[in-house]
């Protein structure tokens, strides 16, 4: 008998089960389930309203680089220096309000030379990104200021001012 246990096949060998019982008391299963959803619930909330914050500072600073390209665009097509001026704040501010920003919370600096041939001008718009935005709600929170530069160079060959074109 012996033998024919040892010339035998695994498989034909009875391998006793044991019943093994599981009681209905005990927090055996628990461990972690309820804690592990919160912590996920936690992540999420964080994680969305970070998401939120970045594509609102992305939309702000397009919003921004839009207003300054569009003023100065219009500031280097005017014809005076105090026209310029008032004809750029109002290209940026409308520019602004396009974006569905509200112009009075935007800022814009005018510098370098004024409307002269081959004269530099540059433009800067800057606007507070909101914290986050709400559906229904809109922007909530101001955190920081982006703002967006543009330049342009008056056309040397432009009608309608004086002096001679002399650009280096």
Do not use: K
Request: proline share 5%; aromatic share 8%.
């Amino acid at each position: 008998m012996e033998q024919d246990l040892a010339n035998s096949n695994c498989s034909d060998r009875a391998i006793p089960l044991t019943r093994f019982t599981v009681s209905g008391r005990g927090e055996a299963g628990f461990v972690a389930g309820f804690e592990g959803f919160l912590f996920g619930m936690l992540l999420f909330v964080a994680g969305t309203l970070l998401v939120s914050y970045a594509w609102a500072v992305v939309d702000t600073s397009s919003a921004t680089a839009q207003a300054a390209r569009e003023g100065i665009r219009t500031f280097v097509g005017a014809d005076s220096t105090s026209q310029a001026v008032a004809a750029a704040d109002n290209a940026a501010a409308s520019t602004l309000a396009e974006w569905g920003r509200n112009p009075a919370l935007g800022a814009v600096s005018i510098s370098g030379g004024g409307l002269e041939r081959c004269a530099r001008v540059t433009m800067t718009v800057s606007y507070p990104a909101p914290l986050f935005v709400l559906p229904f709600v809109g922007d909530v929170g101001h955190s920081i200021t982006v703002a967006s530069s543009q330049s342009e160079l008056v056309d040397p060959y432009r009608s309608g001012l004086p002096g001679a074109a002399a650009c280096p």
